[in-house]
């Protein structure tokens, strides 16, 4: 399994459009083959920033995924909001464990 | 290096003080040895239900932290405020891959 991390600040300008975006590529991207889980959310600490929470069957199905034209044009949406800093790191993980 | 997701939802009328205790839970527990990173961010599609992102160096280092009488205060602190549904997982995760 496949957890990827993503974050990104937007201008204070675009907030709002910004968090319209983001619902927007979450809820497109859930309909998605080996989509477990896309849930984004704003940084309490740090309004305006956001983090992208995303979990995939496979390196596979995440790949797939980027290379959907819809992918491509929602990172153009993203640098027209003026977002300069969209980073996305991606991880193998095993099995989950049950802390609470 | 071990990844958890933790999950909660704040009753309405305590929104606000479970995102003022959350911030300090997550100002605290990044001062402890192993943790890489601890974010406390708020879903976008649902106000007032909450994710908690951690980073550590090692299942022990987790364990550790959890084991402090401060986790045990915030986590009756958490009740108090009448959230019921607190989760969290973890997941040994491999080197990070770069995406974007």
Same mark, same amino acid.
């Given at each position: 399994?496949?957890? %990827?991390?993503? $974050?990104? %600040?937007?201008?204070? &300008?675009?907030? +709002? ?5 983001? $619902? ?5 991207? *859930?309909?998605? *083959? ?7 959310? &704003?940084?309490?600490? *740090? ?16 790949? $797939? ?7 491509? &044009? ?19 993980? +095993? ?6």
């Amino acid at each position: 399994m496949i957890i %990827s991390h993503g $974050t990104l %600040s937007a201008p204070t &300008e675009h907030t +709002g459009q910004v968090r319209v975006l983001l $619902t927007q590529i979450a809820q497109a991207t *859930r309909q998605e *083959r080996g989509c477990q889980l896309y849930v984004v959310s &704003e940084i309490l600490e *740090r309004p305006g920033h956001f983090l992208i929470t995303e979990h995939w069957d496979s390196m596979q199905d995440m790949h $797939t995924h980027l290379a959907l034209p819809g992918v491509g &044009e929602a990172v153009a949406a993203v640098h027209a909001l003026g977002i300069t800093d969209l980073s996305i790191i991606a991880f193998e993980a +095993g099995a989950p464990t049950k802390i609470m």
